[in-house]
């Protein structure tokens, strides 16, 4: 099973500062990398697929990047409605698995 | 617009089966594959079962493989989730979720305790 490793587990962060949050695959899994925010007692939302593709409606100061074991999600500006848990998930492998997720909070 | 309803949650006991539902709408569902993906209280997401279009191909997580079935039903527009033999650790919300291998839309999730 391709393990997924988040960092950090906490981030602190002030409005309109950027975030930068890592990802990382204990094998490569190409692109096939997804981002997902979810805010507390909602489910959770695509942001970005295929490591940097934005879903339909994700405001640009989302964006994603890597391939192979490295991933980093990029929120920059952050707006109040930002601060939620993100998570990572590979498609390339069965399990499809998920990170263990990245709290942003406000600092 | 593209909607997915779970159903079927609720409060078992141990040993005891639910079989979850989640009706979808807003877009053509035999063309896209399916997922449940379940969060216990607290914790990440997990990944459970994974179903292709024509019910050809089927995909269970280890923790649940052999207790768990994978279902769908083109013609209702639905997808199920038969759980047997469940445990206090599949206490958790369920959600069924549209899937690219990403899971691009998700449902509002139903809730299943497991508990004596």
């Known amino acids: 099973e391709v393990v997924m490793t988040q960092s950090p587990a906490t981030l602190s962060v002030s409005p309109g500062e950027s975030a930068t949050l890592s990802c990382r695959a204990s094998?490569?899994?190409?692109?096939?990398v997804a981002w997902y925010q979810q805010k507390p007692g909602q489910a959770p939302r695509l942001l970005i697929y295929r490591a940097s593709t934005r879903a339909t409606g994700i405001s640009a100061r989302f964006s994603g990047s890597g391939s192979g074991t490295d991933f980093t999600l990029t929120i920059s500006s952050l707006q109040s409605e930002d601060f939620a848990v993100y998570y990572c998930?590979?498609?390339?492998?069965?399990?499809?698995?998920f990170g263990q997720g990245t709290k942003v909070e406000i600092k | 617009e593209v909607q997915l309803v779970e159903s079927g949650g609720g409060l078992v006991q141990p040993g005891g089966s639910l079989r979850l539902s989640c009706a979808a709408s807003g877009f053509t569902f035999s063309d896209y594959s399916m997922n449940w993906v379940r969060q216990a209280p607290g914790k990440g997401l997990d990944l459970v079962a994974h179903?292709?279009?024509?019910?050809?191909?089927?995909f269970y997580a280890d923790s649940v493989k052999g207790r768990f079935t994978i279902s769908r039903d083109n013609a209702k527009n639905s997808l199920y989730l038969q759980m047997n033999s469940l445990t206090t650790d599949d206490t958790a919300i369920y959600y069924c979720?549209?899937?690219?291998?990403?899971?691009?839309?998700w449902g509002q999730g139903a809730l299943v305790t497991v508990s004596s």
């Open positions: 979720a549209r899937s690219f291998g990403y899971q691009e839309y």
């Open positions: 179903i292709s279009t024509g019910s050809d191909s089927m």
């Open positions: 094998q490569s899994v190409n692109i096939n």
């Open positions: 998930q590979q498609s390339n492998n069965w399990p499809w698995t």
